[in-house]
Nanobody
Framework: QVQLVESGGGLVQAGGSLRLSCAAS????????MGWFRQAPGKEREIVAV????????YYADSVKGRFTISTDNAKNMVYLQMNSLKPEDTAVYYC????????????WGQGTQVTVSS
């Protein structure tokens, strides 16, 4: 079993920055994919960024490319999402997920953290 706890959300003005943290516990293998997702009111959950637990290649949604950075700190069992140049449309609940294999519907999920960007 893997447990994930997100933190770092809050209210920020457009153009500002936030860093989300995801504390992971349990057995996580280097092959796991770690992802950040978000869900805005009335919208479906969407992928934001993905990285392998061991680091390396990353994936970003087009909407956040160049503004967000995903990273891991294996020594601390942490996953981060640095968010810069925030826009009101980034407002959402952000979720951390750990995918052992298969699809994201088989992943472990955190409880989410609210990010609100004011204009």
């Amino acid at each position: 079993q893997v447990q994930l706890v997100e933190s770092g959300g809050g209210l920020v003005q457009a153009g500002g920055s936030l860093r989300l943290s995801c504390a992971a516990s349990g057995r996580i293998f280097s092959s796991y994919a770690m992802g950040w997702f978000r869900q805005a009111p009335g919208k479906e959950r969407e992928i934001v960024a993905v990285i392998r637990w061991s680091g390396g290649s990353t994936y970003y949604a087009d909407s956040v490319k160049g503004r967000f950075t995903i990273s891991t700190d294996n020594a601390k069992n942490m996953v981060y999402l640095q968010m810069n140049s925030l826009k009101p449309e980034d407002t959402a609940v952000y979720y951390c997920a750990a995918r052992p294999g298969g699809g994201w519907n088989e992943a472990y999920w955190g409880q989410g953290t609210q990010v609100t960007v004011s204009s």
